[in-house]
């Protein structure tokens, strides 16, 4: 695995990382405040490709590799994770299940339109069922040439600013069927029957839009079924590797930002006389800060440069994102720590970097699913 960046990535990286710094840093805290992103950031945003990352070239995508993207969502998230969000979904669990396992048809009615106009929202969570994916209750009836859907899903990002919702709903109403009864369709968000309102207010990444999707008599043309009938588990479990990607990345960033803001002010803060960053309890917290989100870091590059490889990296991913996740937890802790009292106050970045970390240990998969997801992978019969 080469680490080295090739001039195009080191010049994609850090042209992000200007135009983050120069138009998303002024703002992030107002981000928070408000809990809404500012629709021109994403139409900017858009501007420069990143809502178009891993689409190729043919379907007027930017064509990046899963290392590049997770690097450029790594840098998002360094400054403002609500946005980082919001485009890694739309990236990871909107467009690319499309191009995993659309029709070529699909794939050119769709993709386009995701890469400049449209933003995408991955519909599986439900009021009852969340980390039993299997559980769904959703019902998507056929009806001639047609699907009619009805149903509630909870949870869901972009939902109520996207323009197209991949469902994942129920074909076969026995509960026995489980996975094996489930469908995918790509669903227009002004299909008539569906309602959003707002799933409450969030500890963290308040400026990404959370949303309840009601799905009321919801007909969707035939064509609309993503795969075929029945894979809709299977293509729900790997678009949710691929988000696992953005999600480990993301808390890199809000890593690096803490410990950034952490050793800043450990250098500029005088106690007993002299500076913080000179107090060996403060230089052993920075160092474990530091090794810690190195090795989260890599274990992401590892997992994405896997998934370029087309080698399987579905436990790659669950062990990256759940390292990564609790990583983050334990990093923001201790910049709150080094800040002492002003750590606590809103003034300071560490204080939203602290509630913005925590999401990352549930969605994309609790981490209590990603070890099993890895248990399972490491004890499965040859």
């Known amino acids: 695995m080469d680490l080295t960046w090739s001039d195009e990535q080191r010049m994609m990286i850090e042209s992000i990382r200007d135009f983050c710094e120069d138009r998303l840093g002024p703002i992030a805290r107002e ?38 993207i997770c690097a450029v969502i790594e840098e998002i998230s360094r400054v403002c994770a609500s946005v980082a969000i919001t485009i890694s979904v739309h990236n990871s669990v909107g467009a690319y299940p499309i191009l995993l396992f ?5 794939k050119r009615l769709y993709l386009p339109k995701m890469c400049r106009e ?10 009852n069922a969340g980390s039993d994916a299997a559980g769904i ?21 972009n939902g109520s600013i996207g323009q197209l919702l991949l469902v994942i709903a129920r074909t076969d109403p026995d509960p026995a069927s489980r996975h094996k009864g489930i469908s995918a369709f790509l669903v227009p968000a002004d299909s008539p029957g569906i309602s959003v ?36 588990f299977k293509i729900a479990m790997a678009s949710l590797d691929n988000g ?63 998934k370029d490889e087309n080698r399987p990296y579905s436990k790659e991913a669950a062990m990256a994102k759940l390292f990564a996740a609790e990583m983050v937890q334990s990093v923001t802790h ?49």
Do not use: C
């Open 197 to 232: 309102a707002s799933a409450g207010e969030k500890m963290g990444i308040r400026g990404s839009d959370t949303a309840v999707v009601h799905l009321d008599n919801v007909r969707v043309a035939a064509d609309h079924l993503l795969g075929g009938e029945g894979e809709g």
């Open 102 to 106: 659309g029709t070529e048809e699909q």
């Open 334 to 382: 201790d910049a709150i720590q080094i800040h002492g009292g002003y750590g606590y106050m809103k003034e300071y970045p560490v204080e939203r970097y602290a509630r913005d970390a925590r999401i990352t240990e549930i969605y994309e998969g609790a981490s209590e699913i990603q070890r099993i997801v890895i248990a399972r992978s490491l004890l499965k019969e040859d």
């Open 118 to 127: 449209w933003l995408g929202a991955f519909a599986l969570t439900e009021p």
């Open 137 to 157: 209750t959703t019902q998507a009836r056929k009806e001639g040439d047609a699907y009619i859907l009805n149903g509630s899903k909870m949870f869901v990002t």
């Open 244 to 306: 696992r990607l953005g999600v480990g990345a993301q808390a890199v960033g809000i890593a690096q930002a803490a410990l950034d803001e952490a050793v800043k002010y450990a250098k500029e803060r005088e106690a007993f006389g002299r500076p913080l960053a000179e107090k060996q309890a403060i230089q052993f917290m920075v160092a474990e800060m530091e090794t810690s989100l190195q090795a989260a870091r890599l274990l992401i590059h590892r997992a994405a440069w896997m």
């Open 31 to 68: 981000i928070d405040e408000k809990g809404k992103t500012p629709p021109e950031i994403l139409r900017e945003m858009s501007d420069l490709g990143l809502m178009s990352m891993p689409i190729p070239h043919e379907y007027d995508g930017l064509g990046l590799d899963s290392l590049t």
